[in-house]
T-cell receptor, first 109, second 121 residues
Framework: GQNIDQPTEMTATEGAIVQINCTYQ??????LFWYQQHAGEAPTFLSY??LDGLEEKGRFSSFLSRSKGYSYLLLKELQMKDSASYLC??????????WGAGTKLIIKP | GAVVSQHPSWVICKSGTSVKIECRSL??????MFWYRQFPKQSLMLMAT?????????EQGVEKDKFLINHASLTLSTLTVTSAHPEDSSFYIC?????????????????FGPGTRLLVL
């Protein structure tokens, strides 16, 4: 079966760095997305990785290792507004998105 | 980025009525749109994949006669919840992508609408 694993909840301090991990087992791989979802709102796009390595975009970076079936989202200089759920999603061989359950990130002052 | 709109954003209706939700891609043509449902504190659940000009593909467990999907144009897909009941109360979110399958090196992204919150009394 297809499976995406991410931690259910994480807590971090304002100004710190946090890494949210995602491991996947899917039928084929055509890319991995990270989305941010604030409570009561629709997800918004953060990043897309299809090749191994680190993609940096401002305070957010995303890493992919296809051989390990592993990705992480790195958030630097955390702000209170970063409190949200972070969703990992993998594009499988049929170009369908397989969603993780999301990681709820709680930022404390 | 591309913009996807949904209308209405909020619906409150009586049990037994039908509710139509519209999803529009505003600045690109979406050959494929997706409909999701999300219950409180739960993950997104894909309900169906809607391809322009053809029948929608429903996920297992989703009743196609209850959740009618029409994708009549490249910029509009509609979801109609027929004979809604309180258990249908949920957050319905559509998303759209503009290319199937993606070209090599092309970053294909699903763009989400803002969602429609449905409350059935």
């Amino acid at each position: 079966g297809q499976n995406i694993d991410q931690p259910t909840e994480m807590t971090a301090t304002e100004g710190a760095i946090v890494q949210i991990n995602c491991t996947y087992q899917t039928s084929g791989f055509n890319g991995l997305f990270w989305y941010q979802q604030h409570a009561g709102e629709a997800p918004t796009f953060l990043s897309y990785n299809v090749l191994d390595g680190l993609e940096e975009k401002g305070r957010f970076s995303s890493f992919l290792s296809r051989s390990k079936g592993y990705s992480y989202l790195l958030l630097k200089e955390l702000q209170m507004k970063d409190s949200a759920s972070y969703l990992c999603a993998v594009v499988d061989s049929n170009y369908q998105l397989i969603w993780g359950a999301g990681t709820k990130l709680i930022i404390k002052p | 980025g591309a913009v996807v709109s949904q209308h209405p954003s909020w619906v409150i209706c009586k049990s037994g009525t039908s509710v139509k939700i519209e999803c529009r891609s505003l600045d690109f043509q979406a050959t494929t749109m997706f409909w999701y449902r999300q219950f409180p504190k739960q993950s997104l659940m894909l309900m169906a994949t809607s391809n322009e000009g053809s029948k929608a593909t429903y996920e297992q467990g989703v009743e196609k006669d209850k959740f009618l999907i029409n994708h009549a144009s490249l910029t509009l897909s509609t979801l109609t919840v027929t004979s809604a009941h309180p258990e249908d109360s949920s957050f319905y979110i559509c998303s759209a992508r503009d290319q199937v399958p993606p070209r090599e090196g092309y970053q294909e992204t699903q763009y989400f609408g803002p969602g429609t919150r449905l409350l059935v009394l």
